[in-house]
């Protein structure tokens, strides 16, 4: 990691080697590393963040999860792609983010076109591995600040995956998969989405452990937790199998890892959630199966159609068989070998 010092910002840079490149498809993380006291990472979309034929490149706040509520980190930041082959062909974007609870990762969703990425032309993939580089400002307006956990609760802020858009041309940020609605009281844990809240006083009765681990956390953490465990719950519940795509599995996916950092025993949850997200293989083997299936029957079709075939071949060679035998009634045959010859 190389330093860089002035005199109001720490600049430093972090580089990642990713090998197997063409092996990747889902979210990737880098490990964590610190820049200004602070933990980072890096995550990138291989094959793009719900946008086709690109590559996605964010930085993340690596502790996002343990920080106390209102929490805010200003930095300004670079993401590179490393050509190497001429390094003046480097892929590089600059921007600057706030990053808190709402928004803890910031980046660019259509950093580069995948068919000039994967192109070996270009340099930026040599022996199936990449480079990408984060160097981070952290200016004097960076900054933890610690809230009192008794404050008045506002409307919920999700501790989300959710990926904000930051490009040459910003456009509006995205949106987590499940959207903010209504607003209601749970058992005074705090305002959650209305349309999570019966799917949580069922469980919650059910498995009392989920309220007792929260007890000693804040009002806002505690919402946080309870709403990330109604969206999972949301999902099982309004999701049919039919339904499911790669970008549901992945949000399933997304859903389930932002639980876990809540520290509930899901150990009565996991399997359901693990046989959801196993229905994606399930899937995929039905589907091999029924192309299988198709191609089977495509076979038999035309085996029926050889065999009518056959049948009428051999229809008409009976009927060429009896017209031989009829032409040959009182047929004499001849020597064509001898002369015709002539009398003297």
């Given at each position: ?35 200004g006291g602070h933990p980072w ?69 259509a950093f580069m076109p995948l ?41 919920v802020t999700l501790v989300s ?184």
């Open positions: 990691m190389e330093n860089q010092q002035r005199s109001d910002e720490t600049a430093e840079t972090f580089t990642w080697t990713i090998k197997n490149f063409s092996k990747l498809h889902n979210k990737l993380y880098s490990e964590n590393f610190f820049i990472r890096i995550f990138i979309f291989p094959k793009g963040n719900n946008v086709d034929y690109l590559l996605s490149i964010y930085l993340d706040a690596g502790d996002s999860a343990n920080l106390p509520y209102g929490w805010s980190r200003f930095a300004k930041f670079k993401l590179s792609l490393i050509n190497k082959v001429n390094s003046n062909m480097t892929k590089t974007k600059e921007t600057e983010h706030e990053f808190n609870a709402r928004e803890n990762d910031w980046g660019f969703t068919n000039e990425l994967c192109d070996p032309s270009t340099g930026f993939i040599v022996d199936d591995t990449c480079i990408i580089e984060a160097e981070i400002f952290v200016t004097k307006r960076e900054r933890e600040n610690q809230v009192d956990q008794a404050a008045k609760p506002a409307t995956t959710q990926v904000n858009v930051v490009s040459d041309n910003p456009s509006p940020k995205e949106t987590s998969s499940t959207s903010l609605g209504e607003l209601m009281e749970l058992r005074g844990l705090g305002k959650i989405e209305n349309a999570f809240v019966p799917l949580l006083e069922e469980v919650c009765s059910r498995y009392p452990s989920l309220i007792k681990c929260q007890q000693n956390r804040s009002c806002r953490f505690t919402e946080w937790a309870f709403t990330a465990l109604g969206r999972v719950l949301h999902f099982l519940k309004t999701k049919k199998v039919k339904d499911m795509n790669d970008v549901l599995f992945m949000d399933l996916q997304t859903l389930w890892e932002e639980l876990e950092t809540f520290k509930f025993d899901l150990t009565w949850l996991e399997p359901h959630v693990q046989s959801a997200l196993g229905m994606k293989s399930y899937m995929e083997r039905a589907a091999e199966v029924k192309k299988m299936k198709e191609n089977v029957t495509v076979r038999e079709m035309e085996i029926k159609r050889l065999k009518a075939k056959m049948a009428a071949a051999e229809i008409d060679l009976d009927i060429a068989k009896r017209d031989l035998v009829k032409a040959e009634e009182g047929f004499e045959e001849r020597d064509l070998d001898g002369k015709l010859g002539y009398e003297a």
